[in-house]
């Protein structure tokens, strides 16, 4: 397998009407990491609750380590932030967030998510959702009510069925999977894949991460997200 190398952009803009997002994200390449996270809980307290998360994660960076062993430090960090935000004082309901991680290292990428904030990939000019929405909207679509999360209401695909912190009971899903020159990876939250169809996600991923993660937001922007939004594009070269 040919050496591998990546760089990575980053973008992002409050939901209009707002001076601050609630959004947050780590951009780590030399340690293959990156991660959205978007809060919950209202009053600023999502904005701490997501900045806790990606904290967490930058706490456990294993720049040097195996893949697996970088998961499982990812993990923890989860499950840390969860615990210490369920605990959170002074809210009658805990505040809580999604969370998509990004880990990159020995020809692979492996995913981990807690709620609907995405990772696609775009290869050969094809767009694939990498993560599956903890939502109920997603849960409708399960059962075969509808085609697909985007006929859902928007109150659908906002209600989400699990979160860090909160409250409920935490359940990390994972995906791991070969990635090879070429490919684009997207991490964004729902006030960027709500709203942007997903043939322009696959044109904006065309050009630099740079150009990439500001089209994204400006289009969202365009298309009138009512959310915070955040956009972190990866891109994956052979290393020279």
């Excluded at 390449?29 to 701490?48: I, K, N, S, T």
């Excluded at 290292?105 to 995913?111: D, S, V």
């Excluded at 929405?133 to 699990?162: K, N, Y």
């Amino acid at each position: 397998m040919s050496a591998l190398a990546w760089h990575s952009a980053a973008a992002g803009q409050p939901r209009p009407g707002r001076a601050a997002s609630e959004d947050s994200h780590i951009a780590a390449p030399a340690a293959g990491l990156w991660a959205v996270a978007d809060g919950m809980g209202g009053h600023g307290e999502g904005g701490r609750a997501s900045g806790l998360l990606v904290e967490a994660l930058r706490a456990a960076l294993l720049p040097d380590a195996a893949l697996g062993a970088r998961m499982a430090a990812a993990e923890a960090a989860i499950a840390q932030a969860d615990a210490h935000l369920a605990g959170w004082a002074g809210t009658t309901r805990p505040p809580g967030s999604t969370v998509s991680v990004l880990l990159l290292g020995e020809g692979h990428a492996a995913c981990l998510w807690v709620g609907d904030s995405r990772i696609y990939l775009r290869r050969d000019g094809a767009l694939l959702q990498l993560t599956r929405d903890h939502s109920l909207a997603q849960e409708m679509v399960d059962r075969g009510l509808i085609a697909s999360a985007e006929m859902a209401a928007p109150a659908e695909r906002r209600s989400l069925t699990r979160a860090v912190g909160g409250g409920g009971r935490l359940a990390i899903d994972r995906l791991v999977l070969p990635i090879q020159a070429g490919d684009r990876l997207l991490l964004c939250t729902d006030g960027v894949s709500m709203v942007v169809p997903q043939m322009r996600i696959v044109e904006a991923l065309e050009n630099s991460p740079e150009q990439a993660a500001w089209a994204l937001i400006g289009l969202a922007a365009a298309l009138g997200s009512g959310d915070d939004m955040t956009a972190l594009v990866v891109a994956i070269d052979a290393a020279r």
